[in-house]
C-alpha cells in the first residue's frame, strides 16, 4: 500500500489557506445536476470525481471496488475498511503530486470538478445516533445557570461521558433550511405550560465522528480498539429549542427540543488525516474506572468558530472555540457506550456534544455566550442577539494546523425559516 507523505507539493494551485489541502483528501457524496450521486474527495476548489478516476484506470492496484462509489452514501466504501481507505487518500496525493507527468494531469483534470457545480449530500445512512454531553466547561456554564453554582455539574459527570440517544432521521446536510420548531414549553411563573413555536432556538457547535466498522452484540469494544473502529469527523449542528427542552427534559432528557433537526458538514475527515494534531486531553480527576483509561493523545488541536449571518446582511462569528478542550475523548465515549454489550454499525453517528471553551469568546452555543439571554451578543448590523432570529444563517468553520499542514473541515450551515 501507498503511504501518506508530508512533504509534498501539487502540480496544482492551491491557496495555501485552503482547508482542502494535500495533506487531507476528506470522503464525501455529491452528484452535478441532472447526475447520480457519486463518491468524491476534495482538493482546492474542486471536488475530485472518484469514479472517474476509476474508470479512467487511476485506482488500479488500490482494493477500491467500483461498486463502493456509486452508491448513495459511503457506508459500502467506509465498510471496505481503513486498508482501502488511507490507500485511496495515499493514491490521491501521489496522483495529485508534483511527480505526475504531463499527459496523466491532463487525464486527471477531467475528474477535478470545480465545488460550485456540484450539490453536496448527505455522507452517510446513518441507521443511529448519539449525542454526548463531554465538555465540562459547558457542563458547568449549564449547571450555573439551572441549578448551583456550586455543585454545577450533577455527580456521576466526573465518572462517565453523559450521553443520550438521539433522532437520525431528522440529520440533514449543510445548506438544508430548519424550520423553527413548535412544542410545549411554560412561562416563567406559569401553572400549566402552552403551546407554539420556540422562541429560545439556539445552535451547538459539536463535532461528530462516524463508524467505520460494525460490531458484534454483547462484546464491548476495548477502549484500546476504539479508534479503529472510528472512520472520521465532521463539523455537527445540533439544534436545540432551549423552551421546549427546559420543559420536557425531566426525567428522560432530551426530546422534542433536540431531534426537529440537526445540520451535519458534507465533508468527512478521515481520523489519520488528524494525526499531526494530537493532544492531550484535561487530566481527569478523580481517576476514572479502569474501562475508560486512555493514556497518550486522544484528543485533537482542531480550531472551531461559529458565524450568524442575518437575511441580506453581513456574518458576526461569535465563538471561536477548539476541540481540544473536551473532557471526554472520542475513545472513551465509544468505549463507554459498548461496555455493556451494545453493538455498533458502520455509519452509525456520535456527537461529542457542546464544545465551551474556558472563555465566554469560546462559549459553544447562545445559551452560554448570552448567559441564558442576560448578555446579548452584539451584531456586526448594530443588531444584537440572545437566541437564534428567523431568517439567520448558522454557520459551522473549523481546521486544524500544524506548520504548512492545514486540514479542513469545510462547513455546517443552517438557515432558520419561520414556524408554519
Known sequence: MENFQYEVESWLDIPPDSGFSMYHFPYGICAREGGLPIACSAIGPFVIDLVRLYDE????????????????????????????????????????????????????????????????????????????????????????????????????WLHLPVGYHGRASSIVVSGTPVKRPHGQMIAQGAEAPHFGPSRLLDFELEMGFVIGKSSELGKPIPIEEAEDYIFG????????????????????????????????????????????????????????????????????????????????????????????????SMAQQLAHHTVNGCNVNVG?????????????????????????GTKPVQMADGTNRKFILDGDTVTLRGYAQSGHIRVGFGEAAGKILPAE
Open 57 to 156: 484506470g487511476f485506482l488500479d492496484g488500490t482494493s477500491v471496488r467500483r461498486e463502493t462509489l456509486t452508491g448513495r452514501y459511503l457506508n459500502p466504501l467506509i465498510a471496505s475498511g481503513k486498508r482501502v481507505t488511507n490507500g485511496l487518500r495515499a493514491r490521491l496525493q501521489r496522483l495529485l503530486s508534483v511527480s505526475t507527468g504531463q499527459e496523466a494531469r491532463e487525464k486527471l483534470r477531467n475528474a477535478l470538478v470545480p465545488a460550485t457545480e456540484v450539490q453536496m449530500l448527505l455522507p452517510v445512512d446513518i441507521r443511529d445516533y448519539t449525542d454526548f454531553y463531554s465538555s465540562r466547561e459547558h457542563a458547568t456554564n449549564v449547571g450555573t445557570m439551572f441549578r448551583d453554582p456550586d455543585n454545577a455539574l450533577l455527580p456521576n
Open 233 to 328: 469527523l465532521a463539523l455537527f449542528n445540533d439544534w436545540s429549542a432551549r423552551d421546549i427542552q427546559k420543559w420536557e427534559y425531566v426525567p428522560l432528557g432530551p426530546f422534542l427540543g433536540k431531534n426537529f433537526a440537526s445540520t451535519m458538514a458534507p465533508w468527512i475527515v478521515p481520523l489519520e488525516a488528524l494525526d499531526p494534531f494530537r493532544v492531550e486531553g484535561p487530566e481527569q480527576e478523580p481517576e476514572v474506572l479502569p474501562y475508560l483509561k486512555s493514556p497518550g493523545k486522544k484528543n485533537y488541536d482542531i480550531h472551531l468558530e461559529v458565524g450568524i449571518r442575518p437575511e441580506g446582511g453581513e456574518e458576526t462569528t461569535v465563538c471561536r472555540s477548539n476541540f481540544k478542550y473536551m473532557y471526554w
Open 348 to 372: 452509525d453517528l456520535y456527537a461529542s456534544g457542546t464544545i465551551s471553551g474556558p472563555t465566554p469568546d469560546s462559549y459553544g452555543s447562545m445559551l452560554e455566550l448570552s448567559w441564558r
